[in-house]
């Protein structure tokens, strides 16, 4: 093995980790080498790793408990439970229902009271252009809003749905009515701290259906808000995939877009292993996801 070594990638994030042979097991220095370039770039690149998926799982697991992604059965892979395809090639001699998984800026299974950690993907396959994936740093988008702002987001909580997963609209209507019935609307708070730096950022993305306590229209232009901030192009990077390229992210302080910019006849072939996060959510229970205003101007109506 050479000298590990870390190469800044973009202003925001992004750190290009060389030197490094991820197919065997890792030392107790790398691993700290790694961990510590993870939480100063949040996004890692190692390139030039063609693991099997039993080298990414065990590879991955370096880093913490795996996802065996239960609230996303379809999607596994069929010998390793541990891995989720995200591939536009054909499953069954169906086409693939992740192929155009991730169009909008998301974290991983935020839809659910255990939001991933971290992921792995793994690009095994791809057309000769596009398929870029951008990622942008939450602690940024939170630090840069005014106190006030800051300061009204700390004692909110988000309604995230699994519902609003772009594109899901196309998918099989039976697997998608389970995996509706897996994944209850849940509510998170939308500024968390970091439990390894400390430093707060925004749980956000654009499967939001509003703030608890709050109505649907007051919620949309404040969520548009902040989803537009989030994404503004300083605080993000965008990685062109080479087969080969492993990327591990914080989801705790980022999030995530696969751009549709390719050939959609090519093959687009990535496995991703999730780190299982701190239970962090909540589900709703019965309570109304967000308040309703028919309501709300009939109690008007019934006091005055
Ligand atoms: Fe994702």
Same mark, same amino acid.
């Given at each position: 093995m050479g000298q590990l070594t870390v190469r800044q990638l973009?202003?925001?994030?992004?750190?290009? /980790?060389? @030197? =490094?042979?991820? +197919?065997? %097991?890792?030392?107790?220095?790398?691993? $700290?080498?790694?961990?510590?370039?993870?939480?100063?770039?949040?996004?890692?690149?190692?390139?030039?790793?063609?693991?099997?998926?039993?080298?990414?799982?065990?590879?991955?697991?370096?880093?913490?408990?795996?996802?065996?992604?239960?609230?996303?059965?379809?999607?596994?892979?069929?010998?390793?439970?541990?891995?989720?395809?995200?591939?536009?090639?054909?499953l069954g001699g169906k086409p693939s229902e992740t192929r155009n998984t991730g169009r909008n800026w998301h974290a991983d299974l935020t839809y659910t009271p255990r939001?991933?950690?971290?992921?792995?993907?793994?690009?095994?396959?791809?057309?000769?252009?596009?398929?870029?994936?951008?990622?942008?740093?939450?602690?940024?988008?939170?630090?840069?809003?005014?106190?006030?702002?800051?300061?009204?987001l700390d004692r909110l909580e988000?309604?995230?749905?699994?519902?609003? /997963?772009? @594109? =899901?609209?196309? +998918?099989? %209507?039976?697997?998608?009515?389970?995996? $509706?019935?897996?994944?209850?609307?849940?509510?998170?708070?939308?500024?968390?701290?970091h439990p390894e730096t400390g430093r707060k950022s925004l749980c956000l993305g654009q499967r939001i259906r509003g703030f608890v306590g709050m109505t649907e229209e007051e919620s949309a232009p404040i969520l548009a808000f902040l989803n537009e901030h989030a994404a503004s192009y300083e605080f993000t990077y965008r990685h062109r995939w080479s087969v080969g390229d492993i990327v591990m992210w914080d989801n705790r302080c980022t999030q995530h877009v696969a751009l549709p910019d390719f050939d959609q006849t090519r093959i687009r072939?990535?496995?991703?292993?999730?780190?299982?996060?701190?239970p962090s959510g909540r589900l709703l229970d019965g309570e109304p996801a967000v308040e309703d205003k028919e309501t709300l101007l009939q109690t008007l109506a019934a006091v005055s």
């Open positions: 973009g202003f925001a994030l992004g750190g290009e /980790v060389t @030197g =490094i042979d991820l +197919r065997g %097991p890792l030392n107790d220095l790398a691993r $700290r080498q790694v961990l510590e370039a993870w939480h100063k770039h949040l996004v890692l690149v190692f390139p030039g790793q063609d693991l099997s998926a039993a080298q990414q799982i065990a590879f991955s697991r370096n880093f913490g408990e795996l996802e065996d992604n239960e609230s996303l059965p379809y999607y596994r892979d069929p010998a390793h439970k541990e891995i989720l395809l995200v591939t536009n090639k054909p939001p991933a950690k971290g992921s792995l993907l793994l690009c095994k396959e791809k057309p000769a252009v596009g398929g870029d994936t951008m990622w942008a740093n939450l602690y940024l988008a939170y630090e840069t809003l005014s106190a006030t702002m800051r300061d009204f988000a309604i995230h749905d699994f519902s609003l /997963v772009k @594109g =899901i609209e196309k +998918r099989d %209507p039976e697997k998608v009515a389970e995996l $509706r019935r897996l994944n209850p609307p849940v509510a998170h708070a939308v500024v968390k701290a072939h990535m496995m991703r292993c999730s780190l299982l996060g701190d």
